[in-house]
């Protein structure tokens, strides 16, 4: 069994990133920004952007933060986006998600300006990424395919059961496995005998937020584990949906938790703004 190490490839890809911010801003006097909305006071919300904002920080990007009551109005959230979207210095939009029940999360996402949209989250970027065309893919699947590409991992021919639906992770892993000639199968909540179908799998990504969800004897011999999934346990302790002691053992690679797909997230995110700013250093120039 090897571990598939997202904390040192996301570190191998900052490091990249920092050159190429310092090569730009050199060449055109541009430094790449993030602009994130964060709504009330859920802290693993604050956590997130807090790590987000460190990132941006370490590579050189210009980062702000606009952070609002959770009673904050539906249209004071879309003035800030509209100013987001109109301030040249942002080249990448964040809303850090959930938003609180009052507010149309669907309206705010379609707000963002899709050349901004470094999370991937607008309809044109999700149809984009359907059809296999270059756009701005969510950050969390995406990592996924950098950390299997790294270790040379080609999903191409392979059965893949992806555990979850969301459409942060489940719906646009399955999309970029698709598009890399996976054989694909959704599961849900709704699935009838998860086991039945993770059997059959030479490759999980799960992404479902259910500690142990995947069991030793759901996996096959061989097989590839992915796990997306960030749970806290009774311990304290940061854990995923597999249960990695007693699976890990029947693996050819998994990753841990932490440190496998929950730092590629982060260093995707740096990458997408900078190929948002890439893209926008462009337009400025009239090239
Ligand atoms: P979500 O609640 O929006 O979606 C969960 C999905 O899992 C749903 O499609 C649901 O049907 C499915 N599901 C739930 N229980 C299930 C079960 N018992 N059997 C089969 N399917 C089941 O959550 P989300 O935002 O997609 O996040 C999923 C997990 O991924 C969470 O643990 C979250 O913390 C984690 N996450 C990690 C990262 C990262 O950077 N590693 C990023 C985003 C989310």
């Excluded at 920004?33 to 050189?60: E, F, T, W």
């Excluded at 009673?71 to 959930?98: F, H, K, R, Y």
């Excluded at 346990?233 to 998994?254: H, P, R, T, Y």
């Excluded at 440190?259 to 995110?269: E, K, R, Y």
Aim: with cysteine; glycine share 8%; charged share 20%.
């Amino acid at each position: 069994m090897q571990l598939l190490d997202g904390k040192a490839l996301s570190a191998k890809i900052e490091t990249a990133v920092a050159t190429e911010v310092k090569d730009l801003k050199n060449s055109t006097g541009l430094v790449p920004g993030l602009a994130v909305i964060l709504v009330g006071q859920d802290p693993a919300s604050a956590a997130y952007v807090n790590m987000k904002k460190k990132a941006c920080d370490r590579v050189g990007f210009y980062s702000v933060t606009h952070e609002m009551p959770s009673d904050i109005s539906q249209s004071a959230i879309e003035n800030t986006i509209t100013m987001m979207n109109n301030n040249p210095n942002i080249d990448g939009i964040l809303i850090q998600l959930p938003l609180p029940a009052q507010i149309d999360t669907t309206k705010i996402l379609e707000l963002v300006e899709p050349s901004k949209d470094v999370d991937g989250f607008h309809p044109y970027n999700v149809g984009r990424l359907t059809t296999g065309l270059d756009g701005f893919v969510p950050c969390t699947p995406l990592g996924v395919m950098e950390l299997l590409n790294e270790y040379n991992i080609d999903p191409k021919g392979k059965n893949c059961v992806v555990v979850g639906a969301s459409n942060i992770v489940g719906k646009p892993m399955a999309a970029l496995l698709l598009n890399a000639n996976a054989t694909v199968e959704v599961c849900h909540i709704f699935t009838d005998d998860l086991k039945r179908h993770t059997l059959c799998a030479d490759m999980i990504f799960v992404g479902a937020g259910v500690i142990n969800l995947i069991k030793e004897d759901m996996v096959k011999d061989g097989a590839i584990i992915i796990d997306i999934g960030i749970n806290r346990a009774q311990n304290g302790k940061l854990v995923g949906d597999a249960d990695f002691e007693n699976v890990a053992k029947k693996c050819s690679f998994i990753t841990p938790v932490p440190g496998g797909v929950g730092p590629m997230t982060i260093a995707m995110l740096l990458s997408n703004t900078l190929k948002a700013a890439k893209a926008n250093a462009k337009i400025k120039e009239g090239k």
